[in-house]
């Protein structure tokens, strides 16, 4: 399989049974239309464009919703192809939880997709070459990154959302993300403190965040369409 991927291929491939949209992402979907619908006043802003060679993804709520469609996009992507290519000694356990991430990302990124409908940015080509799908180790540490740095972004972007049934949804997706997070570290380190370090969790408890021009430099090695949000901080 080429490491350079059309996510549009892989949505095909590795849509998530009915069953596990219900139970890890239901109410998300569920709510989507509701969503499009009031997606109409954010869309009077100006939306995602070409720029200067790079996808530039607007201004405002519009530039926001595609800025997490562009990560979801990205680590369902990921996931696809961990399961795809499992890595050697890829137990029962770990293939349990990382289904459950990877449908978890389909639904999240199938969410942005059908609310944003004909407003959404196009699938993004991704390019995981630095990523060994043969090691546990690579995988997990990947993964690790991308989780954390959803987490982050989420928070990050709240702040920049000023619809709040669109500040609602975001906070329900960043709660599943940061349980993610923690799954993800305690398979890289089991029985310890790790899944809520110290560097992504501060002295008063809480997640770290990033804006989306901290985001996007730590996302662009593993995305081959450029992407810009020079509209958004």
Avoid: C, W
Wanted: no cysteine.
């Amino acid at each position: 399989m080429s490491q350079h991927s059309k996510l549009q291929n892989s949505r095909k491939a590795t849509s998530a049974p009915r069953r596990a949209f219900l139970k890890g992402a239901g109410v998300l979907m569920a709510s989507a239309s509701f969503l499009e619908l009031n997606l109409g006043k954010a869309f009077a802003q100006r939306g995602a464009s070409l720029a200067g060679g790079a996808l530039d993804l607007g201004r405002g709520d519009f530039a926001v919703l595609n800025y997490a469609y562009a990560l979801e996009q990205l680590e369902a992507a990921f996931y696809t192809q961990v399961l795809q290519q499992p890595y050697r000694g890829f137990n029962a356990r770990d293939e349990q939880i990382l289904t459950g991430i990877q449908q978890h990302e389909v639904a999240h990124r199938e969410f942005f997709r059908s609310a944003l409908g004909g407003n959404a940015i196009p699938d993004l080509q991704v390019d995981f070459q630095r990523v060994n799908f043969s090691s546990r180790q690579s995988v997990l540490t990947t993964a690790r990154t991308f989780e954390d740095l959803g987490v982050a972004a989420y928070n990050g972007a709240g702040q920049l959302l000023s619809n709040p049934d669109f500040l609602a949804k975001a906070g329900s997706i960043v709660s599943v993300e940061a349980r993610h997070a923690a799954t993800i570290r305690d398979l890289l380190n089991p029985f310890s403190p790790a899944f809520a370090g110290n560097d992504v969790v501060d002295a008063s408890g809480l997640d770290g965040a990033l804006l989306p021009s901290q985001v996007l430099p730590k996302a662009t090695p593993f995305v081959v369409t450029p992407v810009s949000a020079s509209q958004l901080p």
